[in-house]
């Protein structure tokens, strides 16, 4: 178990940021010790590692950050379940419960894709736009 500095030195956000995402739910509240310092364990920084990944690599909002953690928990869950047994029509049922869990993942993220994708398109057809009026004013400025 380690201290709020220490996990926010471990992930790269601030204490404040850590906080935050506890009193949003993001984060279960951290074990307390005397005197109310809050512990994290590996699980914990983990789960702040995802949340930062979601937030600053995919663009992912808090609201969609908690619908993908939720997805999280349920497939964590379903992988206990699946490891915890070896009735092997148990574990069918379980892959066949994971993977709507995962495919909901996948159309969040593939949500975020698209509209990366279409600022992305927006910004070539503009330098495209640029370009072709260089080359007309490069074609004017050569016939004066």
Do not use: C, W
């Not at 935050?20 to 364990?41: C, I, K, M, T």
């Not at 066949?96 to 949500?111: C, K, N, S």
């Amino acid at each position: 178990m380690i201290r709020i500095g220490e996990a926010a030195d471990a992930t790269g956000l601030t204490p404040r940021a850590i906080r935050y995402y506890e009193e949003v739910g993001l984060l279960r509240p951290a074990a307390h010790v005397s005197g109310g310092n809050r512990r994290y364990d590996a699980e914990d920084l983990e789960r702040l590692l995802l949340i930062k990944q979601l937030r600053d690599v995919v663009g992912l909002s808090l609201a969609e950050i908690h619908t993908f953690l939720e997805t999280e928990e349920e497939r964590q869950a379903l992988r206990r379940e699946y490891h915890a047994t070896n009735d092997p029509q148990r574990q069918a049922d379980l892959l066949d419960r994971v993977e709507p869990v995962l495919h909901r993942r996948i159309a969040l993220l593939e949500h975020k894709l698209a509209a990366v994708q279409a600022l992305l398109d927006e910004e070539r057809a503009r330098l495209e736009r640029a370009h072709a009026l260089r080359a007309q004013h490069t074609l004017e400025t050569l016939t004066v």
